[in-house]
């Protein structure tokens, strides 16, 4: 149930059925001061008015009038010029409370319209023959929440792992391997010492003509099928994925190799689409290259900004294959919705790869394509976050670094219920728990400074306080031995308490058509921060297990199961493990 949608589409019937205009956007939130603003509020009231020429008096009654026949509706207010306030029935309410509870998946719809359009995620895609950093953390934990969010929601979504497979780093990596350590094959080395070479022959690629002649030429063989260069190059491509998949398991991401379509993936489609274009005269050779020229984009000379996709030596470019997949993606993945969750710094990329594939008619236009731009981490001093030596930090040592932090934070705290063997277990959820909803508390497009003072409290926004706040509520329910079966009664509202946690427990579908709609894992966050806020107010104010009698005994411990369950499955769709003690 979607209390928001309920009333939009209630305005949005009136304003239709009255003939009014309904071009105007009507706006319900969820009110923040609800003694004063009631439960939820319609804004942009003037605009309706204005764009109809009717009088706020006829509006007002009409109103008035239709929504007074609403049985969720207590009673509204008009707050010129703008606003209407609307206060829930208690009533509805605790009907509601009582349905939910009775429903597995807390009430919240599958809409069976959603399972046919197709949505691509694309996210993490990392390049290759490199350790996955700290910058890969965003992407690859707020795409993952996002898809979850969207499967619970009955969406139909395809993960799309892009990694970066064929670019020219191979070129310099097989040069530094078959010129100076004269090899031909890399069985049995890590991902750490292919990384090392990587920066090595990056280095001598900057400042030696030969080397990086020869590095071209192998980049050239190699993408035209050479056989021994491409066993190499699959084998270093293994040892990447193999090594990122054990990052991506311990931090309990959903991606797997089945998820993987690598760049490389496209590279058979490549020469056809330069042809392509150039026959449609979208692109056109210049020096040698191909090349296409984009009128809405200029370039710091204010002429339209040129986007190579064929080199003059006959290679490809990141753009290139950005094409092939747009169109793969459009033509036999039948995507109805591409989301990509990737640096804000590729926006430009992005764009012009999206208007070239779209100019080329490779994108039918119903086909929405958006970029949810990810902003950086940055360190202490308020540039990417590095080691103190400048380099970039390992996700995998952020990672074991926040277990070790969190074994601390919990022995500290609490050692007495806890055995060796279930501290370690727990330090582990703890630890990968508290480090990615410190980042998905976060707006995913702003940067944000990294602090482990943050990541780690059990006061404010953290994952601990909500583990905290769940750890009550089993506690309660193991104290009230009851169990959800028992709970026969109709439920019934009798303060203030329970009617604020009860709303905020129906809110719970509103919230995450929200995050799927706009990509934003901070809603979720936001919303379990509320629900913990809310919760601790009802426990302090309100008697549970020393209730006055047994029937508001029984209310309030469905509302303790209610709280238990939302926090689970908000935890959980967060890619986040509860514990049961804290
Ligand atoms: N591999 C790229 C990088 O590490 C990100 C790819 C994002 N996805 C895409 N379709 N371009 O920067």
Not at 574 to 580: C, H, K, R, W, Y
Request: glycine share 4%.
């Amino acid at each position: 149930m979607n209390i928001k949608q309920i009333i939009q589409e209630k305005i949005r019937s009136i304003v239709t059925f009255e003939n009014f205009c309904d071009s105007v956007e009507v706006r319900v939130r969820f009110s923040k001061n609800r003694k004063t603003f009631g439960d939820y509020q319609i804004e942009g009231l003037s605009n309706i008015l204005k764009s109809n020429r009717i009088s706020l008096e006829t509006f007002k009654r009409k109103l008035c009038y239709l929504f007074s026949k609403e049985e969720y509706i207590k009673s509204i207010k008009i707050i010129e010029p703008n606003f209407i306030n609307i206060f829930l029935h208690e009533r509805w309410i605790s009907r509601q409370i009582d349905t939910i509870f009775s429903k597995d998946r807390l009430g919240v719809s599958q809409d069976n319209y959603q399972k046919k359009i197709v949505t691509i995620i694309d996210y993490s895609s990392p390049n290759m023959a490199k350790n996955m950093h700290v910058g890969h953390l965003r992407s690859t934990i707020i795409g993952d929440t996002v898809v979850r969010v969207s499967k619970f929601l009955g969406k139909k979504v395809i993960k799309a792992n892009h990694i970066g497979d064929w670019g020219t780093q191979f070129g310099m990596i097989i040069a530094y391997l078959k010129e100076i350590l004269r090899k031909n094959c890399v069985k049995n080395i890590t991902l750490e010492k292919i990384e090392d070479i990587y920066q090595r022959s990056r280095k001598i690629f900057d400042q030696n003509g030969r080397f990086s002649h020869i590095s071209r030429r192998y980049i050239q063989q190699l993408q035209s099928g050479d056989d021994e260069l491409l066993t190499l190059w699959n084998d270093l491509v293994q040892i990447t994925i193999l090594e990122n998949q054990r990052i991506y398991d311990l931090l309990g991401v959903s991606l797997n190799k089945g998820d993987i379509v690598a760049e490389s993936f496209y590279k058979d489609m490549l020469q056809d689409i330069v042809e392509d274009l150039k026959q449609k005269k979208i692109a056109v050779i210049h020096n040698g290259a191909v090349v296409v020229y984009l009128d809405d984009f200029k370039n710091h000379h204010g002429r339209s900004s040129a986007v190579m996709i064929q080199k003059s030596d006959g290679g490809y470019l990141y753009a290139t294959v950005e094409i092939a997949c747009l169109k793969y993606r459009c033509e036999k993945l039948k995507a109805d919705r591409i989301i990509y969750y990737v640096d804000s710094r590729q926006t430009r990329h992005l764009q012009q790869s999206w208007a070239i594939a779209r100019k080329a008619g490779y994108i039918k236009k119903r086909v929405k394509l958006e970029h949810h731009q990810i902003g950086m981490i940055l360190g202490e001093d308020k540039k990417p976050f590095r080691t103190r030596s400048g380099r970039n930090i390992k996700l995998f040592d952020l990672l074991k670094e926040s277990i070790t932090r969190a074994r601390k934070f919990i022995v500290d705290k609490n050692s007495e219920h806890l055995n060796k063997r279930s501290i370690s277990r727990t330090a582990r959820k703890i630890g990968i728990g508290s480090v990615k909803y410190s980042d998905l508390s976060k707006n995913r497009k702003t940067d944000y400074v990294f602090d482990w003072n943050n990541v780690f409290s059990f006061i404010g926004n953290t994952s601990s306080y909500i583990q905290y706040t769940y750890s009550r509520t089993k506690s309660l329910i193991n104290r009230s031995n009851i169990s959800p079966k028992e709970l026969k009664n109709d439920f019934y509202l009798s303060d203030r308490y329970e009617r604020e946690l009860s709303i905020q427990l129906l809110r719970l579908e509103e919230v995450l058509q929200d995050v799927s709609k706009m990509g934003l894992p901070n809603i979720l966050c936001c919303y379990l921060y509320e629900l913990s806020n809310i919760f601790s107010k009802f426990y302090e104010h309100c008697a549970i297990l020393h209730s006055i009698d047994d029937i508001q005994k029984e209310n309030r411990i469905k509302l303790v199961f209610l709280t238990e369950r939302t926090i689970k499955i908000g935890l959980n769709l967060l890619g986040i493990q509860t514990v049961s003690k804290m």
